[in-house]
Nanobody, 123 residues
C-alpha cells in the first residue's frame, strides 16, 4: 500500500518561499505520475504541479507557473515542491498524490494521497 507523508508547510509573508517534501513508500514499479494538489477553504481542489517518474516531464497550473517548481529524488523516493514569490491566494492545504502513469500527468486520476500540509501566506 502506498504511503505518502508531506512536510514543510508553515506560515510565511507574501513574497516569501517555502519548500514542501513528500516521502513516498510502498509502491512497486517505475511508471507513475506524482503531483501536488491544494485545496483552500470553500474552494475546489486544484492541481498545482505534476511530474512523471519516467521522463520527468512536469506540468503546472497557470496560477503557479514561474513561481513553483516540482522535482523528485528517485533515490530517496521523495517528491518536492519549491514555492517562491508566495501570494496570499496560495494559502491552502497542500496534498501529495500518486497515480498511474499517463502521457499527460496533469490529467491523471490520483489513487493515493498524503494527509496534507498547511501553507499560510499573509499579506
Amino acid at each position: 500500500q502506498v504511503q505518502l507523508v508531506e512536510s514543510g508547510g508553515g506560515s510565511v509573508q507574501a513574497g516569501g518561499s517555502l519548500s514542501l517534501s513528500c516521502a513516498a513508500s510502498g509502491y512497486t514499479g517505475r511508471w507513475y505520475c506524482m503531483g501536488w494538489i491544494r485545496q483552500a477553504p470553500g474552494k475546489e481542489r486544484e492541481g498545482v504541479a505534476s511530474i512523471d517518474t519516467i521522463y520527468g516531464r512536469d506540468t503546472y497550473a497557470n496560477s503557479v507557473k514561474g513561481r513553483f517548481t516540482i522535482s523528485r529524488d528517485s533515490a530517496k523516493n521523495t517528491l518536492y515542491l519549491q514555492m517562491n514569490s508566495l501570494k496570499p491566494e496560495d494559502t491552502a492545504m497542500y496534498y501529495c498524490a500518486v497515480g498511474p502513469w499517463t502521457s499527460d500527468c496533469a490529467r491523471v486520476k490520483y489513487s493515493s494521497w498524503g494527509q496534507g500540509t498547511q501553507v499560510t501566506v499573509s499579506p
